[in-house]
């Protein structure tokens, strides 16, 4: 946390009177708050290809987790306007060339994203991933990282995993291989936003476990 | 900024809207409210053992994504147990039942459509509002699951005690007391004057106050008994009872009910109670030398159902019990044959057909068997089989499972074949299915190995699933015989009873209601080539196979469950009340409740045979 501070300090000047800085004003909440008063943006992002150099951002999803539960009325999924053709990968994500055309520019996506995250905790299942392609749009607009505090359900739970000694077999941190052990249902299909709200789920699970008899506070995310 | 909360969810939820249609009764809503009805949806997520009430949980409808919530009232009392796609509504509860609490009895993801939205979509949809004013599904399928604690100590009294009483007159010398206490094989005798009980007279009192006195034969029995006894009433609990006589030291108990002297209960009645225990009757049968040991043995079974129902053991799990004994029986048959007939020549399998392959048995089920024998039989092996099958199907009538009165018996040629020729049979009823034959033979396509080579009967399940599933006219035939019957219900859903004859006013319970459900299960389960023989079994099958939707599935088991119960509730009042077993029951015996809820199960079968007659009859008229 302090080093998120930290870090934001070395670019305000660069992000100064942005969309950025207004999301990075909104504070961020002290790490002992309980999980139930604190508002998480849980995201997916598709793209086409794992890497920011090959690849480029094509759509994402996310949900508002709030007071311990999702209100579906938050969900937001957005296509992005491709840069290049799709191609291939479309097999993978069901992402279109035609559909893709259709979608909006990275700026209005950047705005619309950074008004729902403002005062919020992000939440990726494997963040890694998507914060790389997130950043890569920061780094566009406004030439600095995103830099909002990030919840990654994929750690948390090999933290659970590792913590009750279990042998972590490879794919056993999978999404819906995560989502089994909580009894959550299976999802046939995928896009950004399913997929944000499996994680969302998953989230509530996580969080549900452990708090079950006691409070919950943030630092236990990290 | 933050935008405004969209009016309907994004095409991306659709899997959301896909899973509420199939919970009753958002497949009541159109296209744009059920979107509108994801778009309002909050999800929460409970660990098994949360508990809530309506004062501690947001108020909505809550239907339950994954996992499974129990709903108790402020007694603790189990009224409903729900899983995925099932709904409830904890404020909407309260009225009806007090208080009632939700407990997480798995861990289970909700979805809650917060109060303000779930009153609009009932004020916009009147299927919708009148699937919760009328809580018609709901209201069946808590009847269905309904299940107090079994506990055999709990019983009353009055379900164990003997009703076979000896009463004697004061002044009845003590020598005619004893024989007649000899030559109704019972250890105590009641004395009265007039309808008054005033006296009890046990062995015990014979050779403590009689015998060893040493008191002439002609001394009067009021000289010897235990003058105004202690009694017991009926409603007494069997802990109790067994409580007061340990108290007392006494062996038998008057059992009184209604101010009237009823019945007798003695202690070894009470050890007896720990025995009814169906795991260990089903072992006495296994023990049994010879057909009259059978047949004493199951002469209890009527009295055993009694106590099991009292006790609260739920419509399948009796009819499991009972079919579980009439295997029992069969198997034992078959062994007396073979230490009778010698080993069988080659090997065959006994299969049960109809009820007891289904695992269905109810009292005063008939037989339904044959013999599935391997190809490798020759002629002279057959008379083998022939003497096997009489003693078996004889023994079995007089265990009172009466001779088949359509002949489906291993006793006749047609249903004691080699598996060739067996095949062969199969082949050629589904080839050319005239309706009479579809009837006769509906009942082979739920068949059950018992004893023997298991392999046989699945081996001619393949060749029959193989045969009916592609053949649309045979299942047409079938779907005719499955649509014959309907529900008993007339317009504005008034029970149809007959109007005439020794079953005046009432309805079939096992025709009208039973055996369209198995027929139309059975009809699914054939055309998708459904192994499964029993009917839950079936269904559970058909949803998950996605050949039925969920709540089809659901709806058809609860209805079947609800009508097995009636026609057991119905079946043990008759045997308490000394009567014959029957499936004819006056509607007008029932509670307004139970009413309601037939009407309900019957509403379904009639949907269900509509589903039928489109799915198999579509052009056949």
Known sequence: MLSLALRRLWYARKVAGSALQQAWESGISPAGTDWREVSFLVCDAEMSALDTSEGELLSLGWVVVERGAIALASARHYLLKARHSVGQSATIHQLRDCELREGISEDELLELFLAAATGKILVFHNASLDTAFLNQLTYRAFAAPLLMPTVDTLLLEEKVLRRSDTVIKPGDLRLQACRDRYNLPIYRAHNALLDALATAELLLAQAGHRSAKERFPLRNFF | ?621
């Open chain 2, 1 to 621: 900024m933050e935008s405004s909360d969209l009016d309907y969810a994004s095409p991306e939820l659709a899997t959301i809207a896909e899973f509420l249609q199939q919970s009753l009764p958002f497949n009541e809503l159109s296209d744009p409210l059920l979107r509108r009805a994801v778009g309002k949806t909050v999800i929460h997520y409970h660990c098994r053992g949360d508990r809530f009430s309506k004062d501690s949980a947001e108020m909505g409808l809550r239907i339950v994504r994954s996992g499974a919530v129990e709903i108790r009232d402020d007694k603790n009392k189990l009224l409903d147990r729900l899983g995925e796609g099932e709904s409830f509504h904890i404020g909407g509860l309260n009225a009806e039942n007090g208080n009632v609490q939700a407990i997480v009895i798995e861990d289970a993801l909700l979805y809650l459509l917060p109060d303000q939205h779930y009153y609009k979509l009932r004020e916009e949809n009147r299927q919708f509002d009148r699937y919760f004013s009328g809580q018609r599904s709901r209201r069946l399928r808590r009847a269905a699951r309904y299940e107090p604690i079994p506990n055999s100590m709990m019983r009353e009294v009055s379900s164990l005690m003997s009703t076979d009483l000896l009463t004697v007159a004061p002044a009845l010398d003590v020598r005619a007391v004893a024989a007649a206490m000899t030559k109704r094989r019972v250890s105590s005798a009641f004395v009265v004057e007039g309808e008054e009980l005033v006296g009890i007279v046990t062995d015990r009192d014979l050779r403590v106050r009689f015998v060893a006195q040493g008191l002439p034969p002609d001394t009067a029995v009021q000289d010897i008994m235990s003058r105004n006894p202690e009694h017991i009433e009926g409603s007494h609990t069997l802990f109790a009872t067994t409580l007061l006589m340990t108290q007392r030291g006494y062996h038998h108990f008057p059992v009184m009910c209604d101010g009237k002297l009823s019945g007798v209960v003695t202690t070894s009645d009470l050890i007896l109670a720990k025995q009814d225990d169906p795991v260990y009757l089903v072992q006495h049968i296994s023990r049994q030398g010879d057909v009259q040991g059978l047949v004493e043995v199951v002469s209890g079974m009527p009295m055993l159902l009694v106590q099991w129902v009292k006790s609260g053991i739920r419509a399948q799990q009796v009819s499991q019990i009972l079919t579980a004994i009439s295997d029992a029986i069969t198997v034992r048959l078959i062994q007396l044959a073979e230490q009778k007939l010698g080993p069988a020549p080659v090997p065959y399998c006994w299969t049960g057909f109809g009820s007891q392959a289904r695992g269905e048995q109810l009292l005063g089920a008939d037989q339904d068997n044959g013999l599935i024998i391997s190809d490798e039989m020759r002629s002279e092996h057959r008379p083998w089989f022939s003497a096997m099958a009489s003693f078996v199907c004889d023994g079995l009538n007089a265990c009172g499972y009466v001779y088949c009165p359509g002949d489906i018996m291993a006793t006749t040629e047609q249903w004691c074949q080699s598996l060739g020729e067996w095949q062969d049979t199969v082949r050629r009823w589904t080839v050319s299915p005239t309706p009479d034959a579809v009837m006769r033979v509906s009942i082979f396509f739920d068949l059950r190995a018992i004893h023997g080579d298991a392999s046989l009967c699945k081996r001619l399940q393949e060749v029959m699933l193989e045969q009916a599933s592609a053949n649309t006219i045979f299942l047409a035939a079938l779907a005719a015989n499955a649509l014959d019957t309907k529900p008993p219900l007339g317009i504005f859903r008034r029970f149809v009873v007959d109007r005439n004859g020794e079953h005046r006013d009432s309805l079939d319970l096992k025709k009208r209601g039973v055996l369209p459900v198995t027929e139309i299960v059975r009809l699914h389960a054939l055309a998708h080539k459904i192994t499964a023989v029993n009917t839950d079994e079936r269904l559970q099958a058909l949803a998950k196979t996605g050949h039925m939707s969920i709540t089809d599935s659901r709806n058809l088991a609860d209805a079947l469950h609800f009508i097995q119960r009636q026609r057991i509730e119905y079946q043990t009042e008759q045997i308490s009340r000394g009567e014959a077993v029957s499936n004819f029951l006056n509607p007008r015996s029932l509670s307004k409740m139970a009413k309601e809820q037939l009407r309900d199960a019957f509403t379904i079968i009639d949907e269900s045979q509509s589903a039928v007659k489109q799915a198999f009859r579509q052009g056949m008229g």
